[in-house]
């Protein structure tokens, strides 16, 4: 299972529920009375939940330092052995987490133990994440890099919408599913992490941190680092000249179901 440190949690995360919540409607956060985030990390969902609902929300994380990041009620726990009786909560929600887990199946039969009511999973569908830059390749390289990473990583990061069948397999209800769309964009003026990430891309460091679970031999690998520093550099070159917009758009599936 990949552990994640809270700033990089906090990027992927970015923009998440700031413009529109109406993808979590099929929560009913308004008539419930005890939540359980699941894998909440440094607590982005966790706070999110409480500001919508008048429910006592718990944030659960096997990650004591990730917890750390979260005021509030918190419990260290893992998916797969929640610290909790049947039947506690009346919604257990994760965001991102089955994506990362070997087994989802068996996490969610625990979301199902501990809860009463419901059980809802926002999942999203990294093999349809859309890239457009004003620097012409940077749109197909990151498509080549997500693929490959694809196709090395040892969990499904494309279950997006696919979470409904899951949910089906443990046993769950009335299965809904509804797409909301987080959108990343970087224009001028600029903030200090939109020039740190730009300045990353000429060095080719995410690639170079992701290479281990990327798909390919290490002369394919290298060529698409150089290739993807090739790109940075004019990104950078942009960015001096107030000329770089970026807009990438992930789609993520809000899935609920009844116990």
Not at 48 to 57: F, G, I, T
Not at 147 to 161: E, I, M, N, P, Q
Not at 176 to 201: A, N
Request: hydrophobic fraction near 35%; charged fraction near 35%; aromatic fraction near 6%.
């Amino acid at each position: 299972m990949r552990q994640f440190s809270a700033e990089y949690l906090r990027e992927t995360r970015r923009g998440m529920w700031a413009e529109s919540r109406e993808a979590l409607d099929p929560l009913e956060l308004g008539s419930r009375k005890r939540i359980l985030d699941v894998g909440c990390g440094e607590g982005a969902l966790t706070r999110v939940l409480r500001e919508e609902s008048d429910a006592e929300v718990v944030g659960c994380d096997r990650d004591a330092d990730l917890l750390a990041e979260l005021e509030g009620p918190t419990v260290r726990g893992d998916a797969y052995h929640l610290p909790f009786p049947d039947d506690t909560f009346d919604l257990v929600v994760c965001q991102a987490l089955l994506i990362n887990l070997p087994d989802p199946d068996r996490a969610l039969r625990e979301f199902t133990r501990v809860s009463s009511g419901r059980v809802a999973a926002i999942e999203p569908d990294n093999n349809a994440v859309s890239v457009v830059s004003t620097v012409d390749a940077e749109g197909e390289l990151a498509r080549r890099a997500r693929r490959r990473y694809l196709s090395g990583v040892d969990t499904d990061v494309a279950l997006g919408a696919d979470t409904a069948d899951l949910f089906e397999s443990v046993g769950l209800s009335g299965i809904t599913t509804r797409r909301y769309d987080q959108t990343l964009v970087v224009e001028p003026p600029y903030s200090d992490r939109d020039v740190r990430e730009v300045g990353r891309k000429a060095s080719g460091a995410g690639l170079r941190e992701r290479r281990e679970t990327m798909a390919g031999t290490d002369a394919e690998l290298d060529a698409l680092r150089a290739e993807w520093r090739e790109m940075g550099r004019e990104a950078v070159r942009q960015v001096q000249n107030e000329e770089y917009r970026r807009r990438e758009t992930v789609p993520f599936y809000v899935v609920v179901g009844t116990v």
